[in-house]
């Protein structure tokens, strides 16, 4: 049998850096091979995070921090091809997601950097990228993409279930025995928590959740966040750091608020605004699948977890694949899709016009 290879390279809403998996479609169902992370760099990081927001000479910084995502991604990939033993001619495609730097569908448009031209001649392997844009075109949100795969990954005939992300940005697939699918972002998941965390303690996390822990939710507070109407919109429904960025959090402070106790409050916040998505939306689901960083705040898992009672609340390791791989298995898949011209979007999830073969796709 001839091997199906493909890497899928994920950057996300974090910030953190770039995750690339080796995984073999060749029995369908994906088998990770080989997994390789690579942080960004410091000046990396601010840079992203000020494309979140206009400002001055954007165009070039952008084609800018685009080229040097490319250079990483590379990196990325080479280390990943290493820890495998597989030579890059062995495969078929990388699928790429980018750096999201805005995401504005209710304008029409989604804009995802990483010049993905560049990264073919780097590695001299085909690139499919730019997923989003055309689900956009299609009248979708471009957003959430994972829910396809979390259904063909997750799903059962035999119960309910959710298959959720703890990104910078939480999202969460609901994949019922009978019926269409549904996904959605419910809301912030680890951006503001590291937000807070690298002005206060000057980490890029709260490792483990400690210092949340430790602290007491501001009622007041949280009832001020949970008023933000986007909470209240119905499915189909994205965001990102164009919504929740320092500028919302510092809307809805007054001033002399312990640190530690606003910590606890964004921990409430992701695992209330998940909760309560799941409550109006999510029906009868029987276990909830979680994958991504957020993943790693112990903290965040447990109050998850009090919240989804009775449900059973896990790992996706627990289904065969590591929390920290799930994303960027995503996006082998959907460059797999896009060559084999199969849809990569759910219609139910983004409220595009139908399903759409998604990527652009650059030659070796």
């Given amino acids: 049998m001839t091997r199906e290879i493909f890497v899928g390279l994920m950057s996300g809403t974090s910030l953190d850096g770039v995750d690339a998996v080796l995984a073999d479609f060749s029995a369908g169902r994906p088998r990770p091979l080989a997994h390789a992370s690579l942080a960004f760099d410091a000046a990396l ?46 495969i078929r495609a990388i699928g790429c997601h980018g750096q999201t730097v805005r995401h504005r569908p209710d304008r029409g448009y989604t804009t995802q950097i990483g010049n993905a031209a560049l990264l073919a001649e780097l ?66 998941g680890n951006c503001l928590l590291d937000l807070w965390a690298m002005q206060h303690l000057g980490k890029a996390h709260d490792e483990g959740g400690a210092w949340a822990a430790g602290g007491q939710v501001i009622p007041a507070l949280l009832a001020r966040m949970l008023e933000d109407p986007y909470f209240a ?30 910590q606890a409050t964004l921990l409430e916040l992701t695992a209330r605004s998940f909760s309560d998505a799941v409550t109006r939306h999510c029906p009868g689901a029987r276990r909830l699948i979680a994958c991504g960083g957020g993943t790693k705040n112990g903290a965040l898992m447990r109050r998850l977890a009090e919240l989804a009672a009775p449900a059973a609340l896990e790992p996706s390791d627990r289904h065969g694949i590591d929390p920290q791989q799930v994303e960027a298995v995503a996006f082998a898949w959907l460059a797999k899709q896009a060559l084999d011209a199969k849809a990569g979007n759910l219609a139910s999830v983004t409220g595009a016009h139908g399903p759409r073969v998604l990527g652009a796709i650059y030659p070796a």
């Fill in 45 to 90: 990081k601010r840079e992203l995070l000020a494309l979140n927001a206009p400002g001055e000479n954007e165009i070039e910084r952008a084609a800018l921090a685009g080229n040097t995502l490319a250079k990483s991604y590379a990196a990325a990939v080479a280390a990943v091809l290493a820890r495998s033993g597989a030579s890059a001619g062995e």
């Fill in 123 to 188: 590695t001299g392997i085909r690139v499919v990228a730019d997923f989003r844009s055309r689900d956009v075109a299609a009248g979708g949100q471009g957003a959430p993409l994972a829910p396809a795969f979390h259904a063909a990954m997750f799903a059962d005939a035999a119960e309910d279930r959710i298959g959720f992300n703890l990104g910078g940005i939480a999202n969460l697939s609901f994949l019922p025995r009978r019926g269409e699918v549904i996904g959605f972002d419910s809301g912030p």
């Fill in 233 to 262: 919109v119905a499915p189909p429904k994205s965001t990102g750091r164009d919504l929740f960025n320092a500028a919302w959090l510092a809307q809805k402070l007054t001033g002399g608020e312990d640190p530690q106790a606003v």
